[in-house]
C-alpha cells in the first residue's frame, strides 16, 4: 500500500503568508510604476497637441479659437479634449477634435493658407480621465499670456494660473503641460 503525503494546514497557511508579504512589498513598487507611466503618457500627449495647434498655426495663420474660421475676433476662451472638465473651464469653449481634426468651423480649405486637417490622430482623456485643455482665449494675437496645453494630473485639479504673462509663466502643482507660446 502506498502512503500519500498531502499538504498540512500550517504548511499551506505558511505559503499564503509568504504570498501576502511579497505582494505587500511589490504592490507600492508596481503602483509607482504605473503612476510614473501615466505622467509620461500624459507628458507625450500634450506635447503632440501643441505640436498640432502650432501645425494648425502654420498651414491657416489663424489659431484655433473662432468659430467661423476667417472671424475676425476670438471666440473661443478654451478648447478640450474628451473627458471630465476641471472647474477652471468656464466660459465659452470648443473641443478640440473640431477645430484640428473635423474643420467644424469651417475654415477655409483652399489657398496659401488653408486648413490641411487632420492635425491630430487621435486624442483621448488625459490618464486620469480628465480633459486635456489649452487656454485658447490666450492665443489672441495681440495677448502677452502664455498658452498651455495642459492636463490636471493627477490630482484633478488645474493649478497652473491661466492668466500668467509670457516671461514670468511657470507650471504649477502636479499640472502636466506643453507651453505653446
Same mark, same amino acid.
Given at each position: 500500500?502506498?502512503?500519500?503525503?498531502?499538504?498540512?494546514?500550517?504548511?499551506? &497557511?505558511?505559503?499564503?503568508?509568504?504570498?501576502?508579504?511579497?505582494?505587500?512589498? &511589490?504592490?507600492?513598487?508596481?503602483?509607482?510604476?504605473?503612476?510614473?507611466?501615466?505622467?509620461?503618457?500624459?507628458?507625450?500627449?500634450?506635447?503632440?497637441?501643441?505640436?498640432?495647434?502650432?501645425?494648425?498655426?502654420?498651414?491657416?495663420?489663424?489659431?484655433?479659437?473662432?468659430?467661423?474660421?476667417?472671424?475676425?475676433?476670438?471666440?473661443?476662451?478654451?478648447?478640450?479634449? =474628451?473627458?471630465? &472638465?476641471?472647474?477652471?473651464?468656464?466660459?465659452?469653449?470648443?473641443?478640440?477634435?473640431?477645430? &484640428?481634426?473635423?474643420?467644424? =468651423?469651417?475654415?477655409?480649405?483652399?489657398?496659401?493658407?488653408?486648413?490641411?486637417?487632420?492635425?491630430?490622430?487621435?486624442?483621448?482623456?488625459? =490618464?486620469?480621465?480628465?480633459?486635456?485643455?489649452?487656454?485658447?482665449?490666450?492665443?489672441?494675437?495681440?495677448?502677452?499670456?502664455?498658452?498651455?496645453?495642459?492636463?490636471?494630473? =493627477?490630482?484633478?485639479?488645474?493649478?497652473?494660473?491661466?492668466?500668467?504673462?509670457?516671461?514670468?509663466?511657470?507650471?504649477?502643482?502636479?499640472?502636466?503641460?506643453?507651453?505653446?507660446?
Amino acid at each position: 500500500m502506498r502512503c500519500q503525503r498531502a499538504f498540512t494546514l500550517i504548511e499551506i &497557511l505558511i505559503v499564503l503568508a509568504i504570498i501576502a508579504v511579497l505582494a505587500g512589498i &511589490l504592490t507600492p513598487v508596481t503602483m509607482s510604476y504605473i503612476e510614473g507611466a501615466r505622467i509620461v503618457r500624459a507628458q507625450n500627449d500634450v506635447e503632440v497637441v501643441g505640436k498640432a495647434i502650432l501645425s494648425f498655426n502654420e498651414d491657416t495663420a489663424l489659431w484655433p479659437i473662432y468659430q467661423n474660421g476667417g472671424d475676425a475676433e476670438p471666440y473661443y476662451n478654451i478648447l478640450y479634449g =474628451p473627458g471630465v &472638465l476641471p472647474s477652471e473651464s468656464n466660459g465659452s469653449g470648443d473641443r478640440l477634435e473640431n477645430q &484640428l481634426n473635423s474643420n467644424i =468651423p469651417n475654415y477655409p480649405t483652399i489657398g496659401e493658407f488653408a486648413w490641411r486637417g487632420s492635425y491630430l490622430s487621435s486624442l483621448n482623456t488625459d =490618464p486620469w480621465g480628465n480633459s486635456y485643455m489649452v487656454n485658447a482665449s490666450e492665443l489672441n494675437p495681440s495677448s502677452t499670456k502664455a498658452v498651455w496645453v495642459i492636463s490636471a494630473g =493627477p490630482n484633478g485639479i488645474i493649478d497652473t494660473a491661466f492668466s500668467q504673462e509670457r516671461s514670468t509663466a511657470v507650471l504649477q502643482g502636479d499640472d502636466i503641460a506643453y507651453r505653446i507660446k
